[in-house]
């Protein structure tokens, strides 16, 4: 980035509601954060950040991966600490990737949301009740949509096509649907384009038909080295 020499060594973020003090180093953050670098342009003499809706653990290990600043090593630590393959754990990577959507951690967002697919593909965990509902609540009715917003309302909506299918906990999964609206919006847009396809209602596309791409930050189809990948196929984790 440009004139980092007048860059300060270190920004303060205030997080929670209880504001504790987190001290990262600036340029990290303004390299990783397009959500730092915007209002770092609009006031160079910002140094002070307030994030009241992410915890001091959520953003340390938000930070600490991408002080890594290598996808390959955040998939390894992510594999190797079983952060995928717990319902617990999985709550916390949501949460990380809910902290870099908020702040603009675009390259994060994207690695993160591969690395949850692959581990819910692996572990057949399936997005919980609670993990749809973290999402939605903590993401919904903003514009854009996180890409993690659609992803859960993706494989909510894929289930819900084999719904006689599905373990008891499913009934769960469907009361927390009911209560967002955008779950319902995108099951009605599936079977309308399964629909579509010869005129009859098909079973819509198989979570593995989407590639990870197709959950990114960016727009479709830009050089992304996932554009070929799906979550049966992360390279990472192979
Ligand atoms: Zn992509």
Redesign the pocket.
Known sequence: MRGTHLVPRIFSFYLGPRRELFLGQALLLLNNSSYCRDLFAENPQTTCFEAADITLATFQQLYHWISFDDPRQIAQDVAFRGLTRSAFAVQEMLKVCIAAWKLKCNAIE?LLIGLLGIGYFRSGLSPSAEDIDLVFKETLGFDPVSRLCHYMSVSFNIRMMDWQNQPPEFLDVLTVARKHSKIQTDFFYMIGEAALKDGRIQKPRELMDYT??DF?T?SAG?G????QHTFASHPFLG
């Open positions: 994207d990870i791409c990114h960016h830009t992304c080295w996932a554009a």
